[in-house]
């Protein structure tokens, strides 16, 4: 048994006034906030000698020696509810315990005092017997007994007094409040050993635990801050029974999805977003890898298998990922969306309410809370006009709405959720919220319809450290160097803003018990019965400073064009929902959008491969081309886009099609996210950013071909190999692969520092990923090929034609992250090779699940990893142990970063340990916080830590400072 748990033969007890109670479970069950020792205590207790009272977050007040207990100095409720739960006497009990008789003395008269004027039920002020402060006060008599041998006979009546009332459901509160007061009811029963009561307190729990958390670990709360506290509470619970020796009941299950929903609700800067009763605060006191993740930039733990996740609750977060792909976590997107009743234990009116975060900066927020009481910012701050949604002006709002989440739809390119609140009587508001996952705007819809003229208020609330400038139709918010922009669209009112305003209050946040700051609120007012606000948050101009637009496209169809961080987007809005294009819709195709978005279940019979066995880039006609174009087009109409992503058609089409063909116009959006990599005709050979493409019938040609400098590409199966090559001077093949990519920021094919080495002088061979071609949502998917097609071996055995072209013997692979993996896969199949990796992975089912398995769903399909084939490819320590190949590698670590450490490296580094061939050496970096790459300027410097000769690492050196 563990030794903290009970042995009831060693328990020690006493009785007194003839009842027995067990005074080693008083000891063990002391703990708890305010409740445990610390290295303040002494000066805490010197405090309450001297006769000086301060509870945070109130001011010290001098305390009375024999105190009414009708005191409310402050005219506060939190005072009163903690003066009463006395709990800031337990200072002293700690210090009486380590032998100061005078804090116990003074313990005992403040104790006994209270007692004598506050009897259960008659006493003279609410706050003696309210519901949780009862609970508090009763831990202070329980551990109140550690300072005797043999309790007073006061002290152990007052405490079962205070089991009994606790024992009544009548005394009863709801929530948070209840659960302290179950905690108390079992700490109080164990130690006086009344066994009934103790499982009534453990029945108690199971049914309010029961009935306050969903199966998606969100409690009833309505405040963020209250989801984690409560969820320390309730572990703080838990921990009270296994102490006693009894096994956790079933209902503590029901807790363990309650950590990746405060992951979820946590911004790109580590604190939550301010939902509720709150004001700031994140979840690095909850141990689960999700919160540690986002708590460290995505150093330690794991991030979370969801961008976008709709907890039935009420709320909706959403970002454009977790920092895992090397982009700083802390420069994510982020937005919430609430919904649900409104009326919750620590909930506020926020039916609708949208925040936003962009560019480091959270830069709409919710207000927080204030404080408990009457306090016009505390009415400002719980009601519709603090919160980012739709006030009517002039009318009162049912605090018994139900905001109900009416719609929800994803695809690839988009999200979408639209609300519908009827708090306002005869008036309906619908919120429909788009947001964007390459553009990472909000596209905002509201539409509001009244049975008489009403005012309608459209509120935005700044972040305090933000500033606003309002054009006719926009707002600049603006912190530092970064700004967000807030565009309406269409006819939007007429815009103001509100600062610290305060008759009434208006254009204010809370930032503690009691503080508030001046922050800005953007307000869009429109008068009417039917009325609509269309808002883009987060966009920007396009390059001549135009906003966005809208176009009436159809009879209740919309087109927004709207300028992202990547380029201009097309939004259709209509009813049947959403789509996002890269180029304008047309009318008469309007249904064909709509079923091109819907994917489809049908299996694809022709893949890639089919339709290029006979084709061949110098020789195939212009017709065999299109007749094999017509045949994958057909296929694509029959199975969907998804499933034609997935047999290698799309991609295929576009270069069957190359720059002399036409292609479908349901292809157009493809084509801007993958060019064509087939040079058909050589005399015309297509060209791209990185040069001239040139196209061969087989892996050899390619190799043979060492000279040209420019893309080589041929076809792989269902997969087309580009590789950027370089031509230079040495002995030595340099290779190197790139790692994720932000599919919306860049196109096909990435050449990752294709730039950078381009002049460095010596051989190269730069590849890109062609599995990121098999779906257009895949990120990173670590050169895996495709089911039956491992491209790290054929990647290496053209590496090796290469070299045999070049008349070298030495090849030194690179790359960062999935790149790294990528090299060092490669590696396995080279003889004597060299690998400088960089916060690599070694092991893909070892990453972040979001990423690990959107990759293998896309590669292998049937899931069959239990194949010893299969599991060399994802993981590398496998193929080694396969292969026993000699490879010298080089890890690159940034101490930031201790997840690729802990969980790829050094699980890397074991597996291999007694393999004769493996050479590794470690190299730690400091670049921040999280997983990051780096600059160029290292990436070259490290390179000489591979061991390149030296002529290559002259030439290299020249190549830089060039």
Known sequence: MDPEKCDASDDRSAITGGKSMNLECAKRQSFGARYERTTKDKILAKRVLDGRLAMSPHPEWTLPEDPSWLENPLKDDNWQFQYHSLRWLDPLRREAESGDDKSRQVWERYVQSWIATNPPGTSRTKWAWIDMGDALRTYVLSFGLNMYVDPPQWLTDSLEQHMHWLADENNLGHGNHALHQHQALFVAASILEERTLVDLAIQRMGELVSGSYDVQGVNEEGSISYQEANYRWWHEALRRLDLEGIARPSWAAVLDAAPESLAHATQPNGN????????????????????????????????PRDLIKVYEAGYVYGRSGWGETERDFAQETFFSLCFGPQRKIHGQADGGSITFFSNGYPWLIDTGKYLYGRHPMRTYVVNRPGHNLLVANGRKYDRATNVTLFRIDETARHFEAVTRDAGYEDILMTRRVIFSKRGEYLLIIDAVSAKEEVEIEQRWHAHESATASLTKASAVLSNGNAECLLQWVGRNGRLTTARGETKPYNGWTSTGWRKNKETTVISAVQKGTQLTFRTVVGASAATDGSLSTMRRIAPGYQEFTVHGRVGTEYVLVGKKGAVISDHPFREERINDYFSTAAETVAKSTLFAEDLFDSLIPGISTVAERQTALNSAYEEIKRVGIKAGYRSGLVTGIIDLAGTDLAL???????????????????????????????????????AQDSDYRGIQSYRYGRLTLPIATIPGQGETLHVSFHGALDRGKYSLPRFERGQSLSGLGINQMVFADPTLDLDPSVSLAWFLGTETQD????????????????????????????????????????????????????????????????????????????????????????????????????????????????????????????????????????????????????????????????????????????
């Not at 700031?280 to 991030?303: D, L, R």
């Not at 116009?665 to 064509?676: V, Y």
């Open 791 to 962: 491209l790290h071996s054929e990647m290496a055995l053209l590496i090796e034609e290469r070299m045999r072209a070049l008349g070298i013997e030495r090849v030194v692979l690179s790359g960062s992250s999935g790149g790294g993996f990528a090299a060092l896969q490669v590696a396995a199949f080279l003889p004597e090779s060299k690998v400088i990796a960089f916060n690599p992975q070694t092991c893909v089912t070892a990453y972040h699940a979001r990423l690990a398995q959107k990759a293998t769903d896309v590669v292998f399909p049937d899931g069959v990893f239990n194949d010893h084939g299969i599991r060399q490819r994802l993981d590398v320590a496998e193929r080694y142990k396969e292969l026993k190949p000699k490879v010298d590698v080089l890890f690159i670590c940034n101490d930031g970063d201790s997840h690729h450490s802990s969980q790829h490296r050094q699980p890397f580094l074991e597996k291999v340990e007694d393999l004769a061939g493996i050479s590794a050496r470690t190299i730690t970096e400091s670049w921040g916080s999280g997983h990051r790459s780096p600059n160029a300027e290292v990436y070259l410097r490290l390179l000489g830590e591979a061991g390149l000769h030296p002529v290559e690492m002259e030439l290299a050196q020249d190549g830089a400072e060039h």
């Open 272 to 303: 939550y977003v301010r939902i509720g009763d709150m004001d700031s605060g994140g979840p690095s006191k909850i141990e689960s890898p999700y919160t540690q993740y986002v708590s460290t930039g995505g150093s330690k733990g794991s991030a």
């Open 664 to 702: 479908p116009e349901e292809l157009n959006d493809a084509a801007k996210l993958r060019a064509p990599l087939i040079s058909w005709n050589p005399k015309k050979p297509i060209s791209n950013r990185n040069g001239k493409i040139r196209s061969y019938a087989s892996r050899s040609a390619v």
